[in-house]
C-alpha cells in the first residue's frame, strides 16, 4: 500500500528565513503529487501539483515554489518566508481514486 | 472546472443526536471519485469513504452512512447517535481521471459534539 512521509511534523521560522519541506512516498512508481496549505480555521488550498519528475504545475502564485528531483520526492520551498506562510501543509498522492495523505507540517513565521 | 461545496461552516449538536453533513459537487467528467475525510484537532487527515460515479449504492459503515446521489449532485454524510469523539472538521472531496487528478476539496464543516 502507498505511505506518505513528511516531515517536519512543526516548525517555527523567522521572517525572511528559507524553507524546505520534504514529502516521499512509497509503494507506488510516477505517482501525481500535491501540496496543499491550510490556513488557521480555513479549508484545504492546492498550491501545487506534479504528475513527473521535473513537472510542477502551480495552482496560487505566491511566495512558494515546489521541485520534483526524483520520482518518489516532492519538495516544498521558500527563498524568505512571509508572515502569512504560516500554516498547515499536507503532501498528498493521487491516481484514479486512491488517495493518501502524510500527517502535515505546522508552520508557523514568527 | 470541478468544485465542492459544503455550505455548513458549522454545526454544533449534542452527543446523541443525529447530524447530516452536506456536500454539494460540480463537474463535467463522468469518470469521478468522491471522498469524505475527518480532521481532527491533530490535524491530520484521516479518510472515511471514497465512492465512484457508478456506483450509487448507499453505505452504511457503523454510525456512519452515505447518501450518493447523482441527480442532484450530492453527497451527504450523516452520522448517528453522535459522540464527543466525532468532533472535527470533516472535508468532502471530488477527483477525476484528467491529467492532474488534483484533489478538490469542500470549505470543510466543523462539527461540535457537546455531552
Known amino acids: 500500500s502507498q505511505t506518505i512521509h513528511q516531515w517536519p511534523a512543526t516548525l517555527v521560522q523567522p521572517v525572511g528565513s528559507p524553507l524546505s519541506l520534504e514529502c516521499t512516498v512509497e509503494?507506488?512508481?510516477?505517482?501525481?503529487l500535491y501540496w496543499y496549505r491550510q490556513a488557521a480555521g480555513r479549508g484545504l488550498q492546492l498550491l501545487f501539483y506534479?504528475?513527473?519528475?521535473?513537472?510542477i504545475s502551480s495552482e496560487v502564485p505566491q511566495n512558494l515554489s515546489a521541485s520534483r528531483p526524483q520520482d518518489r520526492q516532492f519538495i516544498l520551498s521558500s527563498k524568505k518566508l512571509l508572515l502569512s506562510d504560516s500554516g498547515f501543509y499536507l503532501c498528498a498522492w493521487n491516481d484514479r481514486g486512491e488517495s493518501a495523505f502524510g500527517s502535515g507540517t505546522r508552520l508557523t513565521v514568527v | 472546472a470541478q468544485k465542492v461545496t459544503q455550505a455548513q461552516t458549522e454545526i454544533s449538536v449534542v452527543e446523541k443526536e443525529d447530524v447530516t453533513l452536506d456536500c454539494v459537487y460540480e463537474?463535467?467528467?463522468?469518470?469521478?471519485?468522491l471522498f469524505w475525510y475527518k480532521q481532527p484537532p491533530s490535524g491530520e487527515l484521516v479518510f472515511l469513504i471514497r465512492r465512484n460515479s457508478f456506483d450509487e449504492q448507499n453505505e452504511i459503515s457503523g454510525r456512519y452512512s452515505w447518501n450518493f446521489q447523482k441527480s442532484t449532485s450530492s453527497f451527504n454524510f450523516t452520522i448517528t447517535a453522535s459522540q464527543v469523539v466525532d468532533s472535527a472538521v470533516y472535508f468532502c472531496a471530488l477527483t477525476t481521471n484528467n491529467a492532474g487528478n488534483m484533489l478538490t476539496f469542500g470549505g470543510g464543516t466543523r462539527l461540535m459534539v457537546k455531552p
Open positions: 509503494g507506488t512508481s510516477n505517482p501525481n
Open positions: 506534479s504528475v513527473g519528475i521535473g513537472q
Open positions: 463537474t463535467r467528467d463522468t469518470t469521478y471519485y
